[in-house]
């Protein structure tokens, strides 16, 4: 299993010289992004037998690479397995959408080369099974991304995206190293194995905890450490945005499963009280600014941020619930996490690439600049609307499970001992409703203003269907969100052994339950079947309108709008992307973003028009990073003098600093 | 033989459900109008409209999509499920288990997703601002009702209506101040919800007031017909909610005979008579509020809910 795993991230390795080699080339796109289609489709078939429990004998193996010492070691459990299948997926669809998106490329060659070494790169973090790989894999999946936000090179926004990413994948990584040094120190070696077999103590095991929720944490987008992914995830093209955004996140929060749940041991009480926090905050603050938003990228990338958010809080409520040693709840709560970052993956990449659609036919990412495309571009609308539904939480849909889940974690955290949580989790609870009525209401805002209505501009008017590879990546991503909606019970069965690894139990079998429900304790307590609702939906809306057209009146004529009698103003007259959020703008953000309305009203006689302009300011920005940037900045002017000193000066300072570190080790203990 | 009864209950109150609502909203507005010395509408009135509009053709706008015309359907589907999952006369019913209170509040979430994208497909500005608003409100709604049915749940131990319900008709329940609290927090909701006054008016002319009805203002005929009939169920469903956990008496268990049945359905119909009674009262001595008083009032709901939340996981006993 490991070897053919690593034999397909070979192969995808070996296509990045070979798309240099070719990239002049007509059909290199089609060459590259079909291979990496087959490669992907391979891994996840090997993921998903991995975790199903075919795999072979071999799960683990250790190649002469890396440290001398150490070797590279590579393994399969199955929660890389699980990780595996989600990122595999993602990356597969991802490139037959690129199939057809990839040709309204400029210069493929700044894309071409660094996809599949970024593909290869996500999956080695998986594999790996010492900290030297998991690292160097890490860092060459930031790298590979960074390339690829940078692609459009001469839009300054995008440098300055991929200049704040560097800056935080830099910060990421360096937290990563302390904290996989921390583990070493504890336990001798590298090797995760060992790691796992070392007991740190408190203290450690406690600092292993925030950094690992700092590093994995800003890659993941938790909020405050968010700040480069609104920025980054757009920059890069859609099919790039849609693995950023739907899987490389995953990928962190992999990272943080593994090193808190599954090397350091077991937790203590309080651990689950700072992922919850940054869970709930990453949730609601996540909607509130996608809310904000008029890019229809970057609203899509904080909405990652907010659904990471609701993953979090699944992973801290899992973490109280070890803690406590409540195994069966970990198990519902970790398969809630679970669950909802597959079901993210699947939505957001159809989101994605939905959103790429409507970028290659109207060079537009700004919803007041769209709209009408439902009557342009039926087919994206209508996949578009499923993963909208679907992201909202929405029964039938995936998202809706997951959510549920997370919400029946919750209602079994009252038997927890610790005050703290008690007092703690239904405030989370309360915020984890909120960001999930939210995020409907920002998908009504985006699927109602891109698609919906009269069209804004030229561009949008003049739109067209996108192509045949792109529409099927999309549809295989909404037939699995439908599916996964009303089939939970199967998906949360092939959770099953990765449950039962991190927190040695797992929800009893749900495919037996009759009628296909899942039921996350006993039936009289909670129980959700999405195939009776969906059937029970289809019925009544097909029985409904069987009736009506027979024995009613099945006629219809069109007309002009009727808006209460108001002659046809022209399409500026619609409600817009910023007048939609209005409401929820008075009630949020004056206490959130500040926001301010200024209206200025012409002089009475004057005939000039009237002007209302919002200021929003971002919270996080003025008070955490703005801070440290104008310290960094002062900082560096003050230690500039150091540039211009005498030999002499310089002489004494080389000997000033030999003398103080000399008394710092007399005094170490 | 059990399954064929089973399903026939099922069938009984998927019909009672949709046969009742018009009726409820009829007594309503019955009410409203002898207590302004009106003479009122006579009680049938609502089906009647609901035929008239069937009958009638549909005036699609030149520009709607095949969205707005597959959305009536969508959201009568949503709310009839949801409000046929409640229990009324008799609970445990045979799909009683297909979805928890958590799901029923979602599917009706459900509904108003696509009736407020419907409110926009045309591209007016009236659907427009329907839209933004019903938005804001669900916003705060869904939240509050979320922490309510935590708060009910923590307290019976189940979020599933049939075995809340029966707990709730058990001695054990006695008074208990997060009930109170969850039960007023369950009351500003379902205004909300429903968009009574002082939320909205159900029955205003003016379109700047209009939240429900601004957003639906395209609609007419026969899809007319089915957003008005999801908006009684829905209305109906709240009665029936409020009914099935804080009065819960009558309602026949899993193996109830004939006669309990028969006390059970007279039962529901009595306390649908009452909380439209109620409604009635309420909504001739209150005035409407402004839009952007809404948020408080529901705000007010949600912290209410959360209160009642925090004292169950505080002590078992409040």
């Known amino acids: 299993m490991v070897v053919a795993a690593l034999s397909c991230v070979l192969v995808l390795l070996a296509l990045a010289p070979l798309a240099i080699a070719v990239r002049a080339s007509s059909r290199a796109s089609i060459l590259i992004y079909g291979a990496c289609l087959l490669v992907t489709l391979t891994l996840a078939i090997i993921a998903l037998l991995a975790l199903l429990g075919h795999a072979g004998p071999a799960t683990a193996v250790t190649l002469p690479l890396g440290l001398p010492w150490l070797g590279a070691h590579f393994r399969i459990d199955a929660l890389s397995a699980f990780f595996l299948l989600v990122i595999d997926l993602g990356g597969a669809a991802a490139s037959l959408f690129a199939l057809g998106y990839g040709r309204h490329e400029e210069e493929p060659g700044r894309i071409l080369p660094f996809y599949p070494a970024y593909l290869a790169a996500m999956n080695v973090v998986l594999l790996a099974a010492d900290a030297f790989s998991f690292l160097v894999a890490w860092e060459v999946m930031s790298l590979a991304s960074w390339a690829l936000v940078i692609a459009h090179h001469r839009d300054s926004e995008n440098l300055r995206a991929g200049y704040v990413y560097l800056l935080m994948a830099g910060f990421g990584t360096l937290m990563l190293l302390l904290t996989f040094g921390l583990l070493a120190a504890g336990s001798g070696s590298y090797d995760f194995e060992t790691i796992r077999a070392a007991h740190p103590t408190a203290g450690a095991a406690a600092l292993v905890l925030i950094l690992a929720l700092l590093g994995a944490g800003s890659k993941a987008g938790l909020v405050p450490l968010h700040a480069w992914l609104p920025l980054a995830h757009p920059a890069a093209p859609s099919h790039v945005s849609a693995l950023m955004s739907g899987v490389m996140t995953k990928v962190a929060v992999y990272g943080f499963i593994r090193i808190v749940f599954d090397l350091v041991g077991a937790p203590a009480w309080w651990w689950s009280m700072p992922v919850l926090a940054l869970g709930a905050a990453s949730a609601v603050m996540g909607v509130l600014y996608a809310l904000m938003q008029r890019d229809l990228k970057r609203v899509l990338a904080y909405s990652t941020i907010e659904n990471i958010g609701i993953v979090f809080v699944a992973l801290g409520l899992a973490l109280a619930f070890e803690a406590s040693a409540m195994e069966s709840a970990a198990a519902l709560a970790l398969t809630a996490a679970l669950l909802h970052v597959f079901n993210h993956s699947l939505f957001k990449n159809l989101l994605f690439c939905g959103a790429g659609a409507v970028l290659a036919a109207t060079g537009e990412r700004d919803l007041e600049k769209l709209g009408g495309l439902i009557h342009r571009m039926p087919q994206t609308a209508f996949v578009f609307l499923i993963g909208a539904t679907a992201i909202s939480a929405l029964p039938p849909l995936n998202g809706f499970v997951s959510e549920w889940l997370t919400f029946q974690a919750i209602l079994l955290s009252p038997q927890l001992p610790s005050w703290g949580l008690k007092l703690m989790v239904p405030a989370v609870g309360a915020l984890l409703a909120l960001s999930a009525a939210l995020a409907a209401a920002c998908f009504i805002r985006v699927f109602g203003i891109a698609f919906l209505g009269r069209p804004r501009s030229a561009a949008a008017t003049a739109a067209h269907e996108t192509d045949t590879n792109s529409l099927s990546a999309m549809y295989a991503l909404a037939a699995l969100c439908f599916v996964a909606g009303i089939l939970p019970g199967l998906f949360i069965d092939a959770l099953a052994p990765v449950t039962r690894l991190i927190v040695g139990q797992s929800m009893h079998a749900q495919s037996a339950i009759e009628w296909l429900s899942i039921v996350p304790i006993a039936e009289s307590r909670s129980s959700y079947n999405g195939l009776l609702v969906f059937v029970f939906m289809a019925m009544s809306g097909l029985i409904a309108a069987f009736i009506i057209h027979r024995l009613a009146s099945d006629r219809i004529r069109r007309g002009p709008a009727w808006g209460c009698g108001y002659p046809d103003a022209g399409p500026r007259t619609q409600y817009s992307a910023d007048s939609f959020a209005q409401p929820i703008r008075r009630v949020f953000g004056t206490l959130i973003f500040s926001a301010r309305e200024n209206g200025e009203m012409p002089p009475p006689g004057s005939v000039a028009p009237a002007r209302l302009t919002v200021t929003l300011r971002d919270p996080v920005w003025d008070w955490l990073y703005a801070p440290i940037s104008a310290f960094i900045a002062y900082a560096g002017e003050k230690l500039n003098t150091l540039q211009f000193l005498t030999i002499r000066r310089y002489l004494s300072l080389v000997f000033a600093a030999l003398v103080l570190l000399l008394l710092v080790l007399a005094i170490w203990p | ?318």
Not at chain 2, 47 to 64: F, G, P, S, T
Not at chain 2, 112 to 130: C, K, Q
Not at chain 2, 219 to 237: F, P, V
């Open chain 2, 1 to 318: 033989m059990a399954v064929i009864a089973d399903f026939a209950f099922q069938g009984a109150q998927m019909l009672l459900v949709l046969l009742l609502a018009p009726l409820l909203t009829g007594f309503v507005r019955k009410v409203k109008a002898r207590l302004l010395r009106r003479q009122g509408p006579p009680l049938t009135q609502p089906y009647r409209d609901l035929i008239r509009l069937l009958r009638k053709d549909v005036v699609l706008a030149d520009n709607a999509s095949w969205l707005f015309r597959v959305v009536p359907y969508l959201v009568f589907a949503a709310t009839w499920v949801a409000a046929s999952l409640v229990p009324t006369f008799r609970s445990g019913l045979m799909f009683s288990w297909t979805a928890d209170l958590i799901a029923i509040i979602s599917l009706l979430g459900s509904a108003r997703f696509f009736l407020a994208l419907a409110g926009m497909d045309v591209g007016t500005a009236f659907g427009g601002i329907g839209s933004s608003r019903e938005a804001m409100i669900a916003s705060l709604a869904e939240p509050a009702m979320l922490m309510i049915v935590f708060a009910i749940a923590l307290i019976a131990g189940s979020t599933q209506l049939s075995t809340m319900a029966a707990f709730m008709n058990s001695p054990e329940v006695g008074l208990r101040v997060s009930l109170g609290l969850g039960l007023i927090a369950l009351v500003i909701v379902a205004i909300a919800e429903n968009a009574r006054i002082p939320v909205d008016n159900p029955a205003t002319h003016l379109e700047l007031t209009m939240v429900h009805e601004a957003m639906v203002l395209e609609y007419s005929g026969r899809h007319l017909a089915l957003i008005e009939l999801s908006a009684m169920l829905k209305l109906l469903l709240y009665m029936s909610l409020i009914a099935c956990l804080f009065a819960p008496w009558g309602i026949g268990g899993a193996g109830a005979g004939a006669g309990l049945l028969l006390i059970g359905v007279g039962a529901y119909v009595a306390k649908l008579a009452g909380g439209g009674f109620l409604l009635a009262v309420f909504e001739t001595s209150i005035a409407k509020m402004r839009v952007f008083r809404v948020p408080e009032f529901l705000v007010a709901a949600l912290m209410l809910a959360l209160l009642a939340t925090l004292l169950r996981f505080v002590s078992r006993s409040f």
